[in-house]
Structure formats: C-alpha cells, structure tokens
C-alpha cells in the first residue's frame, strides 16, 4: 500500500505541474506573448466640443494624440459604411442587415453553415449576412476585403472580442462587429446581449446602456482577447431620438450621457496597462447637428500612457491633425508588428504639439469655414465665368449696337476670370472665417492685380494676358514647391472633409495650371521674350512637379500636362500630328507616368496614392485596376449632374462653337494674328479632353483649363474691336 502511495504521490505532483504549465500556456496563446492589447471605444455621433464636457476625458485628451478623421466611405456615406472602413482600412460598403451580428448559439450556427458551407465554433459571435456583405464590397468602388484586420490578427495568434450595442426599441445595432471581424464574419469572443442594455424611462426610447456591466464584461475579455472593441451606444440612440425632443432635454440627455461615458473611460484607463496597453476612443460618424453646420471631421484619440499631448499625422493626408478613416486599421496592425499592403490607410505617427486640443479646434474652424465657403464661392465664380463670357460673345456679335465704353467693362472683366485664380491663392493668407469678408477681399485683391497689371502693360492687350498668367503660374508653382500651404486652405483647393485629396494639386488648380503655362508660354513667344525649346523645357518642368509624388502627386494632371505639352510641342517643332503621332505620344504619357511610379515606389519616402495604387494591383490583381476605371467614370458622371463647373464647360464650347462660325472669320483672323496664341489654345482643347477622361473629376479639371482659351480669346477680339 506505502508503495502504491509513494508512486502516486510524484505522478500527482506531476499532473499538478502539468496542468499549470497547459494553463498558462492557454492564457499566453490566448493573449499573445508580448502582452500587447488594443482597447477601442466607440463614443458615436458627438464631436470635440461634447468630450470637453466630459472631465476625465479632457484630462486625458492633454496626455494623447488626437486628431480629426475623416469619416468617407465608399459611393454614398453612411454610419454603417464608417464603421466598416475603420475596420478594413480601405473605403467600405455595408448596410444596416449586413451589419448585424449574433452571439452563437445552436440556431445561428445551422443558419450561418446553411448559408456559407462553413463550420464555426460552439461560442463567439458572428454576421450571418457575411456573403452579401462580400459581394457589396467586390461591386464596391474601392474594393474593400471584409474582415482583414480580425483574420490577420487571427492568423497570428490574436484574440478579438466585440462587447455591447446600440439597439433601440425597434432597431437592432451592431455595427461595431465590423470593425473586429474576420474573412468570416467571426469574433472570437464578447457580448452584444440584451442583458447589457437596462431600462430607464427617463432616457431616450426608455432605454440605457448598463455601465457596470460593460465594465465587468471588459475585465473578462481584457485577460483574454487583443483587439477589444467597446460600443458604449448611448449617444447612438439619443441621435436616432432626436427629433422626439426639445433642444433643451436633448442637451440634458447628452450631458447624462457623456457623464456616465467619462466614468466608464476612467475605469478602463485605471485597468490598462501603460507598457502594452493602447487606447483608442473613436467616433465613426458625426451627429446631425455637426453634420449640418459642416463639421463632419470627428474626433479620434489614441492614448499610450503618455504623460503630453500630441496630435496625430497620416501619410494618407499628409496634414498634422487630419487623418483618415482608413488609417486606423493599419494602425491597430502595427501594434502588433503586422502589416499588409490590402489596405490604403496608412500608420499614423505622433507629433508633439502644446496645447493639442485648442490646435485642433482651430483647425476644425478653419476646414469647416473653408467647406462652408467653397460651394458660394466657386459658384459666384463661376456664373461670372459664364456671364462675361456671353456678354462677350454678344458684344462682339452686335458690336455696331453697343456703346463703345462697354468695350472697357467687358475686357477687365475678362481679365477678372484669369486673375479670380491668382486671388482665391491668396485669400487665406488673411486668415478670413466670413463670406462676407472673403468676397470683399475677393473683390479688392482682383481690382489691385488688374490695376497693377494695366500699370505696367501699359494697356497692351498681349502683355496683360502675359503678367497675368506670369503671376499666375509662378504663384501657383511656388506654392507647390513649398509644400501647397496656399493650395490646401484655398477655396479653389481641396476639401478635407470632403475627403478627395489631401495634398498636392487639386484638379482644380490643375486645370488652372496647365491652362495658365500654355497661355504664359505662348505669350513669351509671341512677343520674342524666349524661343520655342525654353518654353519645352519648361513645359518638362512644370509636368514634373504636377506629377512628382513628393510635391503635386496628380497622376490624372501628370497624363493631361505631358498629353498637352507633347502636343504643343510637336506642333512647334513644326510636326504635323496623325494617328501615329498621336500613339507616340500617347507612349510616351505611359513612360513619363511609370517612371513617376518608380521614383514613387522606391525613392519617395512618403509615398502617395500612385504607389498605393500600385501596391494594390500587385497585391489584388487587375481587377484593381478595373476597379478605378469604373470609380473615376462612375464619379465623372455623378459630378456632371451636380457641379457648376460642368455648366461652366458647357457654356465655354457653346461661346466657342458660335464664335468659330459668327461673325465669319474672327476666329481664323484673331488665330492668324497671334499664331503661338493660336498654338496654346490648340493645347488648352487637348488638355480639357485629356483632363476630362484621366481624372475621376475630369468637368471641373475641364472647365478650369478652359477658362484661358475663351477669356483670351474673347479679350484679344474685343481689344481689337476697341
């Protein structure tokens, strides 16, 4: 009996030890060997303004990095689609019955193995509409992979966990689910049940997220998952009650609500660990009221135990303070020292800067000012385009029936329409937040540079057109050079909140651009100031820069500008361009644009859409490629519908059209005068059809160019009549 004892005793022992070595291996391959977590909470539909209410927040804001992100999906915007893109990291489709996700339970299992083949485990939780959701995405514009970040952290050992909802009384909500699943809709692990949400009837829908519950699901899933992702719900569903209530009880439920949110944020910092740990609170759409005062950029905030304040930087935007959507996935990745080229955000980085929250408050009034301008503006400009256009047209159809002193009236208003770009350029160097205070300054700069101009022309009709463009062109290309500090606060720039570029040169300005060179470089030689290879080589340079990835990054300005130029060039080497012309150049464009590519690829440290585009083709196959064709006509045909600028070109080809047949021979005589002239228009036609099909808003690169053919062809007309 002592023997059977004493070999039992050393095989308990054993066992013992066993067993503690299995546990703890279950634990550390539950959570992966370096410890590293990512906790996200989702605070939806508020904006900076409401976490300054919220005390510990604020506090907290002072030691993270914040920043306003962009909230655009893929086609039209919605909160579903936000959600998805935070996720993917790529612009997303989603909709509200793919959006829905259920803890497993025997029913659900059988519902999800009838309808994609697939077993999955007994727990956890998953979308049952994962096939659908697949095929929005592959018909989608930007061709987003559902579930990347929660399979790639799946294929490398991590855990993820999804706790808590937004459901309403008669709605469900569990959105957050897309941002932690994987290929197959699968978390691993968490809680979206109805226990989570209380009844209160004080509350909107009678309904309230219980906190303490939340919490006590978060210290569960905290020693067992990596990526967690929190939907707190509240402020969901005080949005979607809103029209219920008086603006009064809205604050109040509000101030309830982010009252009990700051508690709950302080209780999971007190749980974090400050070496492993990652804190990210995010608002994946903006509420209605910021949404319609224009301010669409919401608040994200990344916490690594920091004790300053920082801002967050993207190379997706290039802009401190501005990030992406699609920047937070590759983000979470490289926590865990992972990467993919399936996505388009990029890693954001951190950089210092005193008093982080009032810098990006003033940031979100500058771009919200700016977007609430742009629309008034760009269309008070354009009507003028179009106006002065046909009184000029008129003027000159009926000239013997017009007073000759509105011959004066006419021509500066023509030359309004080459210099309105120059001023729009210079507007935010006066830090101007009225409209009524931009069109004052908008009126007074174009007076002052006309002035200036008729000043040293001395009212030579080619040498206006000359200093006009001069200032215009080198305005412009400065500005590029510096780092588009002008561009970017422009009216005539880019939107940030809008979200179709962030850096570079706009295809507005683009347009512009080239428009300005061809008119520039004609006039110089047109009045002998240099000969025809000064203004090639010129023509190189300005490409370049369009085209650089460090400086306009524009791959649809880089095919117009070579297309143009090339054009322009031959016929000043006295070629007569054919059909194989026509296919050189059209090599070359494919040459100039690959090298571009290469430098983008390898040399550039930040790299721009090009090598991101690229990157996708290689890593997804044609169908990328496929994917951006049908995005940039898809988008054309969207903005033809909608934009003045389409208005604008029509109205430039009609002007166009009638003063190439009426009065009979003004448009061959004002050609034969001025033969370079006569040269750059030609230019300007191929860049407008060329800008029109390379860009994904070709009508406004169009329209832009073709403001310096019908200007200065309508001013050199009526100063010869004059």
């Known amino acids: ?225 990596n990526l967690i992702v929190i939907e707190t719900g509240d402020t969901m569903r005080l949005e979607r009650y809103r029209e219920n209530l008086r603006p009064k009880m809205y604050e109040k439920h509000k101030i309830d609500i982010l009252e009990e949110i700051d508690e709950f944020i302080y209780s999971i910092v007190k749980n974090l660990d400050k070496k492993n740990d990652k804190l990210i609170i995010a608002t994946p759409y903006p509420s209605t009221e910021a949404a319609n005062r224009g301010s669409r950029l919401t608040p994200l905030i990344i916490y690594e135990g920091n004790d300053k304040g920082q801002v967050l930087y993207s190379k997706t935007t290039r802009r401190e303070g501005i990030v992406g959507n699609v920047d937070v996935a590759p983000t979470i990745l490289s926590y865990f020292n992972l990467t993919t080229n399936k996505m388009t955000g990029r890693v954001l980085q951190s950089v210092s800067q005193q008093g982080n929250l009032n810098y990006i408050h003033n940031l979100n009034k500058r771009v919200t000012n700016t977007s609430a301008q742009r629309y008034r503006v760009l269309y008070s400009f354009a009507v003028y385009q179009i106006i002065t256009s046909v009184l000029a047209l008129a003027l000159i159809i009926f000239k013997n029936r017009v007073p000759v002193r509105w011959y004066k009236y006419i021509s500066l208003a023509l030359i309004g329409n080459m210099v309105v770009p120059l001023t729009l350029l210079l507007i935010p160097l006066f830090g101007v937040t009225n409209i009524v205070t931009t069109y004052l300054l908008l009126l007074a700069i174009t007076m002052a540079i006309i002035s200036a101009i008729y000043l040293v022309s001395k009212g030579d009709s080619l040498s206006v057109i000359l200093y006009a463009m001069f200032l215009l062109v080198f305005g412009l290309l400065f ?55 000064l203004s090639i080589m010129f023509y190189g340079l300005v ?14 300005g880089l095919i117009t500008a070579v297309f143009s130029f090339l054009f322009v060039t031959v016929r000043l080497l006295g070629k007569k361009i054919d059909f194989r012309g026509l296919v050189y150049i059209g090599l070359a464009v494919v040459f100039v644009v690959g090298v571009m590519a290469l430098v983008d690829l390898f040399i550039v440290e930040n790299k721009s ?114």
């Open 1 to 225: 009996m002592n023997i059977k004892i004493e070999r039992f005793i050393p095989t308990l022992i054993l066992t013992i030890i066993l067993m503690i070595n299995i546990s703890y291996g279950l634990e550390t391959r539950s959570l992966n060997h370096d410890g590293t977590r990512v906790i996200m909470v989702i605070i939806n539909r508020i904006d900076f303004n409401d976490l300054e209410k919220m005390p510990y927040t604020k506090e907290l804001i002072g030691r993270s990095s914040i920043a306003l992100m962009n909230t655009r999906a893929s086609g039209k915007n919605s909160e579903f689609k936000s959600y998805a893109t935070l996720g993917w990291g790529t612009r997303a489709e989603a909709s509200h019955t793919t959006s829905l996700f259920y803890e497993i339970d025997g029913d659900v299992g059988s519902t999800y193995e009838r309808r994609t083949g697939k077993g999955i485990p007994e727990n956890g939780i998953i979308n049952l509409d994962i096939n659908r959701l697949i095929i929005q995405n592959l018909e989608g514009e930007y061709g987003s992979i559902p579930g990347i970040l929660g399979q790639m952290l799946d294929e490398n050992g991590y855990k993820t966990a999804l706790i808590g909802k937004g459901d309403t009384i008669d709605i469900q909500l569990t959105q957050a689910g897309l941002i932690v699943m994987d290929s197959d809709g699968y978390i691993h692990s968490g809680d979206i049940s109805d226990r989570l949400i209380e009844k209160d009837n004080a509350r909107p829908f009678g309904l309230k997220t219980d906190y303490k519950l939340l919490l006590d699901k978060f210290e569960e899933e905290y020693l067992n998952s």
């Open 479 to 533: 500005d590029i050079v510096s780092g588009q500090n002008l561009i970017k606060n422009s009216l005539l720039g880019y939107d940030p909140i809008l979200g179709a570029r962030y850096y570079g040169i706009g295809n507005e300005y683009m347009g512009i651009l080239i428009g300005a060179v061809l008119m520039l470089t004609a006039a110089l030689m047109e009045k002998h100031y240099v000969n025809k290879y």
């Open 543 to 556: 490409a370049v820069i369009i085209g650089f990835p460090g400086l306009g990054a524009n791959v649809g």
């Open 609 to 722: 859409h090009l090598a991101g585009a690229i990157s996708q083709i290689i890593s997804n196959g044609p169908v990328v490629m496929y994917q951006i064709i049908t995005r940039k006509i898809s988008m054309n045909l969207r903005i033809i519908g909608v934009t003045i600028w389409s208005k604008v070109l029509l109205s430039a080809v009609v002007v166009l059209g009638i003063l190439f047949y009426k009065p009979i021979g003004w448009f061959r005589r004002i050609s034969m005068k001025y033969p370079k002239l006569a040269l750059g228009w030609s230019g300007i036609i191929v860049a407008c059809v060329i800008g029109f099909v390379a860009n994904d808003s070709g009508t406004v690169a169009a329209a832009t160019s073709i403001i310096f053919l019908t200007s200065t062809m309508l001013y050199l007309i009526i100063e010869d009549l004059n």
